[in-house]
């Protein structure tokens, strides 16, 4: 038989513990008593129910986590392990998260559910999409029998009159409301002139919301065509359609404010526009036409013939320098002929005939140079320096 000590005994106790899958994670809910904020910002409390009681330790770094000040007679529930406290020899909660009882098996599944999503990508910034500055036409999945409906009607009214809204009505609340809200969106989407959708309701509590909290809806607002604005509940009211829409509205009347500008406002906006243009276009007009007075009381433009007089005198020098060059031009061409045309006269056969000789061919203008060419009888044309003579042979000598 082995004989344990107290230490060892306990500590097999908490490797027990350990080991336990449902005590290293474990919901628990019951009734705070013996609630103590320690200095350090640890918090000691007993969870207890009709039977039974758990001494319960939440550490700092957890503490200042939590959303509520939990006091002595709060319902809550806690997530948290169970291990041994050595010291005393006796088991405790280690709590990592606490919320009241009242929406504590909902906020579990809320968590759950925006994890999940939040890894697939639903929540990412980068999704967003920007609403369309002016919609023609704004979809609404709403209750047709509540007052957020009514509220948003009439604002989007007064803010742009002539907008028009198709309503699509749902189930807000139970379990026919997410798929109720899914073919609404479906079919709004099938619409081709729907600019952007709010989907929303008024204010209730966390389990009349739950709707809006599935991941059917979720599901149906990421995959929109159109832009989304959710409007769930109050503005203390945070939603999974909150969170995976384009757009949080805090209320449904504040969705109906951001998706259309005020007709006034804008009106007295493109008012303003147009002043501002038509003074930019006035001080345009008024700056040309001083520089029109400036430009006319300058010296040139009173006395013009300052400009033509110089555009004149440079015309002029022009004219005089095209002549002399025109006229050294034609006088080296001239000499050029003139040596040309003497060297032609010395090679002429005309000068040759100046100096007595004379030349000698037949009626078919060929060139004597033979005698022995000529026959007796022929005629011949012998042409002189001036003048010619038609002749006869009468005798050939060679």
């Not at 008024?286 to 400009?307: D, F, S, V």
């Not at 000789?357 to 026959?375: F, H, M, N, R, W």
Request: charged letters at 20%.
């Amino acid at each position: 038989m082995r004989i344990l000590s107290v230490s060892e005994l306990t500590q097999y106790i908490k490797e027990k513990f350990a080991r336990d899958p449902l005590l290293a994670n474990v919901w628990v809910k019951g009734e705070i008593s013996n609630f103590k904020l320690h200095t350090s910002g640890h918090i000691y409390l007993t969870l207890k129910d009709r039977d039974s009681c758990l001494k319960t330790v939440m550490f700092r770094s957890r503490a200042r986590n939590l959303v509520f000040r939990p006091e002595n007679g709060m319902s809550v529930i806690i997530r948290g392990y169970l291990s041994v406290y050595e010291r005393d020899g006796s088991y405790q909660l280690y709590a990592e998260e606490m919320e009241p009882e009242g929406i504590g098996a909902l906020y579990i599944a809320f968590e759950q559910m925006k994890q999940k999503l939040a890894a697939q990508g639903l929540f990412a910034a980068e999704r967003k999409r920007p609403l369309p500055r002016i919609p023609g036409t704004v979809g609404i999945v709403t209750s047709p029998t509540g007052a957020a409906l009514q509220d948003m009607l009439k604002i989007l009214r007064r803010r742009w009159p002539g907008l028009q809204v198709i309503v699509a009505p749902v189930l807000v609340q139970g379990q026919g409301a997410p798929p109720d809200i899914c073919r609404a969106m479906e079919q709004l989407n099938r619409l081709p002139d729907v600019d952007v959708l709010i989907m929303g309701r008024g204010g209730g509590s966390l389990e009349e919301l739950w709707a809006f909290n599935t991941e059917e809806v979720a599901w149906a607002i990421a995959g929109s065509r159109i832009p989304v604005i959710s409007a769930v509940g109050h503005e203390t009211d945070y939603t999974i359609a909150d969170m995976v829409a384009d757009l949080r509205a805090p209320t449904p009347s504040a969705a109906a404010e951001m998706v259309v500008p005020d007709h006034g406002d804008m009106t007295r906006y493109l008012s303003a526009i147009k002043q501002q243009m038509e003074k930019g276009l006035l001080n345009l007009v008024e700056r040309k036409r001083q520089r029109l007075a400036l430009a006319a009381n300058q010296q040139t433009l009173q006395r013009p013939y300052l400009i033509t007089g110089n555009r004149q005198q440079a015309l002029d020098a022009l004219t005089s320098s095209l002549e002399r060059g025109t006229k050294l031009s034609l006088a080296d061409k001239s000499a050029a002929l003139s040596h040309l045309a003497g060297k032609l006269q010395v090679l002429s056969p005309l000068a040759t005939l100046a100096r007595g000789y004379s030349i000698c061919s037949t009626p078919e203008g060929k060139v004597v140079t033979d005698a022995g060419s000529l026959t007796i009888g022929q005629r011949v044309q012998v042409r002189l320096n001036s003048g010619c003579a038609d002749c006869s042979v009468e005798e050939v000598h060679q």
